[in-house]
């Protein structure tokens, strides 16, 4: 089902994307008066931070544009709802993600679709483009692979490497969690958790919950053949085809339940469904058999699994969706900037799962203290003071935990997120001012 | 694990239980190669196949136990090798734990036992037979100190 304004924002974007060629370019940032400055900026001069980095391959984050530039990185096979499109038609996704990177959280990212479809040659090439970049996010690849590579790339490269689908999701899910949770009173190791669907996102969601406390045997995951319990009779088979989905069928739900999504909503306390656009996936009945208060996650897009007032209508006294146009909009863009932003600021070698934690007690924090109600569980994209607080909150937990090359003061990382984060704004507020972007 | 885990001889009464773990490994091999596509009468097949095996005192069956319920099983054939030295080795054709007691050394267990009662027969070799895309399989009996030393190649005729 297509509304009519969704059609409207194709043509319109179709539009943009034809007048202005694309969404990004690339600008100097230091002063050039005359041709007598290439002397400088470029050979003979540039030579010598060359031979400086030769030394010690670290100065490329003191004296190149390395330290803020990252890679967004994509083989094209699965594009938002869209599914295996390939990368060039990917590059419309990646360079929009590249604009919010830099528009929200100051950082330079290139878009970087590539055409790779065997995750090893994709696992090379991430590796071989690591000297250029202070940072990696993938984009858009198909479960199980993208598991794979997050896996091997997380062990093997020096810089932060993140999967926006699964970690970004997971953290904005999670931090929406926890102040659901506080409205109705429950706590997260005692409630009955049900995901509907098992792709990138609700195995990421599900592993990250369960490092915030909730009990795995008290998660009920449920696939496109039904709940997943440890002796399910294709079970064996997902232990080659999907390890990370054979890992959670064998340690959640220890009460062995069976069926399929109406059983997996009984008598649970949140439903978190991201699975394949509605409305009727998940019906009102269901909801109606779920234990008191329930809060339901419904995240397909463009429509949810359920309409948010359905579900109201069924009794749900917490209702997210993935869309801006409800209350309560789960969306990784509130996390993926700040958590880069943190990262880069102090040159962190990694996003540990700690980190992803800390951005989302963070957000949720960010909520709480504006005033939490039922519809207002998570910040909304435009309060952009969360960017900063997450950011800073991301890079302590980076220095805390050892793994930050460079250590500031939150005062000075405060400073220097806001200097940036605002200075992305300002430069486009003057071009525009100015008539050069109009 | 805990002191829990028993790991004895099969007898009848663990067929059922026993020939439902087989089930599930022949099915798992179904996903390596249509040539192990699953005959339509493999549980009734594999019934068979368990209690001839009662039967046959070249045949070792073991059965790891959690709890009281049988959640592992193990069956060797006893060989003797024609022209080598050692003449005998006591060969596993089947090995399979149900996945939530993995990554608990009951393979392993099941795998001693067979080894103690095969020295008691005299015999000190050991194997496996496993679709070689068992990848798990493999680095299983790696780590357990197996290594490949028999091909078997497969062709379909017309």
Known sequence: MRSNSTDQWYDLSLKIHRSYGGKIEMIPKVPIKSLQDFSILYTPGVAQPSRVISRDPDQSFILTSRWNMIAVVTDGTRVLGLGDIGPEASYPVMEGKALLFKYLGGVDAIPLPIRARDPDTFIDIVKSIEPAFGGINLEDIESPKCFYILERLRESLEIPIWHDDQQGTATAILAGLINALKLVGKKLNEVLIAFIGAGASNIATANLVIKAGAKPGNIIMVDSKGILYHEREDIDSLMFSNRWKYDLAIKTNSEQRKGGIPEALKGADVVIAASRPGPGIIKKEWIRAMNDDPIVFALANPVPEIWPWEAKEAGARIIATGRSDFPNQINNSLVFPSVFRGVLSVRAKTISDEMALEAAYSLARFAENKGLREDYIVPRMDELDTYIQVAVDVAMKAIDTGVARVKKSRKDLYDEVVRLIRSAKSKLDALMNMGLIQ | ?158
């Open chain 2, 1 to 158: 694990m805990d002191g829990d885990l028993v790991i004895r001889r099969a007898s009848r009464d663990d067929l059922n239980s026993i020939a439902d773990l087989v089930l599930r490994l022949k099915r798992l091999n179904e996903e390596f190669d249509p040539l192990y596509t699953i005959r339509a009468d493999a549980p009734e097949v594999i019934k068979g196949y368990i209690e001839s095996s009662f039967d046959n005192d070249k045949i070792i069956m073991l059965v790891a136990e959690y709890s009281g319920r049988v959640i592992g099983f193990l069956r060797a054939e006893i060989r003797s090798r024609l022209f080598y030295e050692p003449p005998f080795e006591g060969l596993i054709t089947d090995l399979y734990v149900l996945p939530a007691y993995r990554r608990m050394k009951v393979g392993g267990a099941l795998i001693d036992k067979l080894i103690e009662l095969l020295k008691k027969q005299g015999i000190y070799l050991v194997s496996a037979e496993f679709p070689p895309m068992n990848k798990i399989a493999v680095e299983f009996y790696e780590n357990m100190g197996f290594k490949p030393l028999l091909y078997r190649f497969f062709k379909k005729v017309e």
